[in-house]
């Protein structure tokens, strides 16, 4: 009963019968109208919620999710550039701009000495003031001596190492793989700890293959999606 209901509730979905940010049925509702219990109900939401379809909001209800913020994977990921592509307000919020000594493991990805110092830029990545991605960004001070707020108030952090330090990154590796939301990361991403997440690491190259960014991401799986096309 629990796998027919969900069935259910996602095709009201993805058939545009709920629309997005559109209240749903309430559990009494879908309990009268399926035959099913409490339990099955509750069931079936939790999973949609943590597909990201459904969005519980305290004190309001259960809302339809807004659709997954989709970027393929056959170039570079820029967050604001796809939302922009997709007419959706992007913001930052700059958690803080430290300049630290490299600890090895950091050092490893730039090719660098163990405690050079570097750029710890930390941010969260907004759509419509709601947080999807936790970034941590290091990039070498050699390569670019000062990283401010205001600096990237009006340009990209990518903008801003073209322009001002005449460093344009061609090329990036980049990883994925699943991890679980921590008590840390919950907080800044308003979901609650063990929630399904995608880590993104990524290298970026310079134009002589030289590293000049290692970023660490934490994306909200619920909010997020990867496509590659295959020919």
């Avoid at 800044?188 to 997440?197: N, T, Y």
Wanted: charged share 25%; proline share 3%; glycine share 6%.
């Amino acid at each position: 009963m629990y796998h027919q209901l969900k069935g259910i509730l996602r095709d009201k979905i993805e058939s545009g019968v709920w629309k997005p940010d559109e209240l749903i049925d309430s559990e009494h509702q879908l309990m009268s109208q399926y035959g099913v219990s409490r339990n099955t109900v509750k069931r079936a939401i939790e999973d949609l919620v943590q597909e990201g379809l459904l969005k519980r909001i305290q004190g309001k209800g259960t809302f339809v999710s807004l659709p997954k913020i989709e970027h393929s994977l056959g170039g570079f990921y820029s967050f604001s550039k796809v939302l922009r592509a997709k007419g959706i307000e992007s913001r930052d919020v700059i958690l803080s701009i430290e300049q630290k000594a490299a600890l090895p493991s950091i050092a490893g990805y730039l090719k660098i000495s163990a405690g050079t110092m570097v750029h710890e830029l930390k941010r969260l990545r907004c759509a419509l003031n709601e947080p999807i991605i936790f970034e941590t960004s290091y990039i070498p001070v050699g390569i670019a001596a000062s990283i401010t707020e205001a600096d990237l108030l009006d340009n990209g952090l990518y903008d801003l190492l073209r322009e001002r330090y005449n460093v344009a990154v061609v090329k990036a590796k980049e990883s994925f793989e699943p991890v679980l939301i921590d008590t840390y990361e919950a907080a800044l991403l308003d979901v609650r700890e063990g929630f399904p997440a995608l880590l993104l690491d990524r290298i970026a190259y310079d134009v002589a293959g030289t590293p000049i960014e290692y970023c660490r991401s934490i994306v909200r799986g619920d909010r997020c999606k990867f496509y590659t096309e295959l020919l």
